[in-house]
Structures are given as structure tokens and as C-alpha cells.
């Protein structure tokens, strides 16, 4: 039975690095429009905003450090906190890069969150 679990959990891996090398061959962030990645674990949520043609991260926001009830409210308040640190640091459009993961959940939260918050994509 641990056999299958592992096989499965592998399985799943490689499926998502599959499915983000094909996003990242299309998403690419320019100084204009720099690139909005977003990663999660089992508990938290990690985005950041990148300018890709220097290389450089321009705005990040996590929910290491807030203490929200349920993941998806601390997805909501990641995406509140980078579009509130974006439009300080200049950036008002970015593009979206789900990095692999299902447009629904925790990444549908924080992109709508960060839509409210005022960036457009």
C-alpha cells in the first residue's frame, strides 16, 4: 500500500512540472508587465511579482506571518497585501502565473483578492 501512496505522490510531481514548463514557455514578465508566480505548500501561500528580463523580484507578500483561520483566507489576505505592495512599488498590470496548479481554490482567492486590490490581469 506505501508502494501505490509513493507511486501517486510522484505521479502528481511530475504532472505539475509538466503542466509549468508549458505556462512558462507562454508567461514571461517584462518591466511593463511583470510576471505574478504564485506557490503553495499544505499550509502556506507564497506570490511574488517578477521582472524576468532583469532578473529581478520586485514585490513579495506570504502568509508565514499572518495567523487567518483557513488557507483560503490567508490566500485572500496574500492577495490584498501584494497588490497593496505593487501599486507602491509602480506595478499596475501583471501577468498571472498559476506555476502549475488548478485555477480554482487558494490560487482562485489570492487572484481575485489581488484584483480587488487593484491590479489588473
Known amino acids: 500500500m506505501r508502494c501505490l501512496n509513493m507511486e501517486k505522490n510522484v505521479l502528481k510531481r511530475t504532472?505539475?512540472?509538466?503542466?509549468?514548463?508549458?505556462?512558462?514557455?507562454?508567461?514571461?514578465?517584462t518591466p511593463q508587465r511583470p510576471r505574478m508566480t504564485v506557490y503553495r505548500s499544505n499550509n502556506q501561500i507564497?506570490?511574488?511579482?517578477?521582472?524576468?528580463?532583469?532578473?529581478?523580484?520586485?514585490?513579495?507578500?506570504?502568509?508565514?506571518?499572518?495567523?487567518?483561520?483557513?488557507?483560503?483566507?490567508?490566500a485572500k489576505a496574500v492577495g490584498t497585501s501584494i497588490a497593496e505592495q505593487a501599486k507602491a512599488a509602480g506595478v499596475e498590470t501583471v501577468t498571472?502565473?498559476?506555476?502549475?496548479?488548478?485555477?480554482?481554490?487558494?490560487?482562485?482567492?489570492?487572484?481575485?483578492?489581488?484584483?480587488?486590490?487593484?491590479?489588473?490581469?
Not at 48 to 70: N, R, Y
Open 46 to 74: 507564497y506570490a511574488q511579482i517578477i521582472d524576468d528580463v532583469a532578473g529581478k523580484t520586485l514585490v513579495s507578500a506570504t502568509s508565514l506571518k499572518l495567523d487567518k483561520g483557513s488557507t483560503v483566507d490567508a
Open 15 to 29: 504532472r505539475r512540472a509538466r503542466r509549468k514548463t508549458g505556462i512558462r514557455k507562454r508567461v514571461f514578465g
Open 96 to 121: 498571472f502565473d498559476r506555476n502549475g496548479y488548478r485555477y480554482h481554490g487558494r490560487i482562485k482567492a489570492l487572484a481575485d483578492a489581488a484584483r480587488e486590490g487593484g491590479l489588473k490581469f
